[in-house]
């Protein structure tokens, strides 16, 4: 569960990141800069994402009733 909630955490932060740093009509930057740190942002959302799915998926294991 710790892990899920840093995973979800991390998401979020970088959820903010995107909002705020891609999203601003007052933080211009060249396009190709632009582009490459949004597909940085991009690629750690992903992970974050796929981190989360999986934390997710191994409780519902863990938590299933061991048949007896």
Do not use: T
Not at 20 to 41: D, I, T
Not at 46 to 58: G, I, K, P, T
């Amino acid at each position: 569960r710790r892990r899920l909630q840093l995973h979800q955490e991390k998401l979020a932060l970088y959820h903010q990141f995107e909002v705020r740093g891609f999203n601003h009509p007052e933080n211009p930057r060249p396009a190709r800069e632009q582009a490459l740190k949004q597909l940085v942002l991009q690629a750690g959302i992903q992970y974050e994402e796929s981190w989360v799915r999986w934390c997710e998926q191994a409780l519902a294991i863990i938590e299933m009733p061991d048949p007896a």
